[in-house]
Every structure is written in C-alpha cells, then in structure tokens.
C-alpha cells in the first residue's frame, strides 16, 4: 500500500514518513505545498493521502522560520485539492511526533481490518 504524505512547511512531513518507513509502511513525502499543479499528489497513484497541518505557532515551536501567516495561505490554497481527497486530515499543533505516526498506523489498519 502506498501511502502520500502532504501537509504545510513544517507540519511534520518528513517526520511522519520517516516513522512510517521505520514501522514497515511504504510512505513518502509528495512537496504538495510547492506545486502549483493542483493534483500533484495524485503523481503517484496512492492507496491512501494523509494530510497533516499546522498552524503559524505550532510550526514557530518546532523551527525557525522567516515567514509568515501569508506563506501558509498559499500553501493551504495550493494544498486544497489534496485536503479535499485526503483519506486522513490531521492537525498536527497538540500533537507529537509519536502520537501524529500512531493516528495514521491505527487509521491504516482499521481500513485495512474493513476490507
């Protein structure tokens, strides 16, 4: 099963994948976010679309970033067709690295227990 990962700069991206690799998941990380092709996502074909977000002061605590509110918003308008077709939306703010991989595993695996 292949699994998409897109969400906002800094939402956890990277992470996420890397802890799904890790658990014995084919996921990978799609730069939704900097494409203007509204469908990018969709390059590869995934089985299943995750899309995390975060919110300005969530991703200020996670990292240095020189940009603002207004990046975001571009991000979320390239990002709506994803958002529109993710099988799993999470906002990731109140969430750690551990709790965001083990939403998507236990969603991965109660879709899977209902084929």
Known sequence: MKIAIV???????TTLVRGLREAGYDAYNVAQ??????DFWNKHH?????MIDATLAAVHKRRVVYWGQDRID???KRLAD???HADLYIQT?????EAVKNKVIDFLKTRESDK
């Open 7 to 13: 969400g906002i700069c800094a939402s956890g991206k």
């Open 33 to 38: 976010e900097h494409s203007c092709v509204h």
């Open 46 to 50: 995934p089985d299943v679309l995750v």
């Open 74 to 76: 571009v991000q979320h």
């Open 82 to 84: 994803a958002r529109k």
């Open 93 to 97: 703010d109140d969430l750690d690295a």
